[in-house]
Every structure is written in C-alpha cells, then in structure tokens.
C-alpha cells in the first residue's frame, strides 16, 4: 500500500509542473473563496418551505447539492419550477436579495486563502474569479472578503453564451487575462465548476468544502484539497515553483 500510496502523493506533487513558467489563477468564488454554501442552502430552504414547495417539507442537503450547488439560477428556476419559469426566475431573484443580506453579516475566507493570495501577488500572477452567480453577488463576496484589488477580472456565467459547466466562462477569464490556458490552473468546489475547467483545458484543483469527495472526483480534477492550508496544496506549487524556476 504505501508505495501506491506515496506514487499519488507524487502524482499530486506533479500535476502542475506542465504548467510552468505559471501565468495565471482562476478562482471560483462560492465555496472556493469562502464557504457561502450554507448560506444559500440556508435562503432557499427557508423559502421554499414558506411557498410550500415539496408539500412543505424542507429540502435536504443532499436536494441542495443536486439541484443548486454550482448551477446556474435560469437552470435552477427550471428545476424547482418546471411549469412556470418565470415564477421561478422571480423566486431565484428573491432567494439572491435574501443571501445578499446574510453574507453581509457572515462570509469568511476559507481557511488558507490569504496564504495562497501572497503567493500569487509574490510571482506577479494574473487573476480573475469566474462564477455562476449573478454579478452583484460575485462583486459583494469578493468586496466582503477584501478581494477587490486584487482580482484583474470577475466573470459572470450568465453574461457568457453559456454558463458552467460550459467552458465559456473560463475561456473568457483567460481571455480577460490575455493568459493561455496552457500555463494557468483553476480552483473550484463544485461539479458544474470543475468539469468547466477541465473542458476548457486546465487543471483544476478541486475544494471539497461541502461537496462530496466522490462526486467531485468524477468530474475529473487534478486533485482535491480541503482548504488552502492543505500540504497537498503546497507540495504541488513547491514543485511548480522549482520547474518554474529551470
């Protein structure tokens, strides 16, 4: 066992190396630069059980992970409201207003985040976050959690043809950056996000804040890390600092 298991260790310490010299960082924001997922889970639970909606029994985490996490608002008012897509627009405009108000009082950088933000600024790195959610929420989160200097880009799914799990959005992140895709790496929480990355080229790395572990695995990420404290993390970007460096 241990020499399969120090073999990943090594395949995880690699998996970046094929980017150097490192030109750019994509970030997704929800879950990926702070754990906000309860928070929506938080919104939509308590107003979907207002309207009654499943006969008035609150939804579960596991709904919430298959129906809403990393999804796009259009496609999620498609899934609650199948027959009525405008009630469902409506209900999803009023579900954002209602985490607006929450995340003011409670957002928080994952753990790690200012860590890796000083290793991306040390190397004079390009950034952009690249989300699904609607533009006054992405610039709230990122304004809340003292980003706004240092992202170059926010790009908003729903402003691109297609919204995650496309690749339009991280296309147009590399395209905001003036950055290749062969030399830039993507951090991501959700299904809907990595497979976004990966189908636009790149390595994605994925956090497992509140996904489960399996379910990410299958959307193919380079590797999953649980915060940005992980020495799984660090490994990685030590060997992509050396291969950087030759």
Known sequence: MASSANSLIDSIKSSLTKLAPLEAVLFDIDGTLCDSDPLHYYAFREMLQEIGFNGGVPITEEFFID???????????????????????????????????????????????DKVRKWIEDRGLKRAAVTN????????????????????????????????????????GLEALKASKDHTFVFEDSVSGIKAGVAAGMP???????????????????????????????????????????
């Open 67 to 113: 129906t809403v996490a990393g999804k796009h608002n259009d496609d999620i008012a498609l899934a609650l409201f199948p027959d009525d897509l405008q009630r469902g627009l409506k209900f999803v405009d009023d579900k954002e207003a209602l985490f607006r108000k929450l995340a003011a009082e409670q957002v928080k950088p994952l753990s790690g985040l």
């Open 133 to 172: 959610a609607p533009r006054a929420n992405a610039e709230l989160m990122v304004s809340l959690l003292g980003l706004s200097d240092f992202f170059q880009a926010v790009i908003i799914g729903g402003e691109c043809e297609h919204a995650k799990p496309h690749p339009d959005p991280y296309l147009k």
């Open 204 to 246: 994605v790395i994925g956090l497992a804040t509140r996904n489960p572990e399996p379910l990410l695995m299958e959307a193919k990420p380079a590797f999953l890390i649980k915060d940005y404290d992980d020495p799984k993390l660090w490994a990685a970007l030590e060997e992509l600092d050396k291969a950087s460096a030759h």
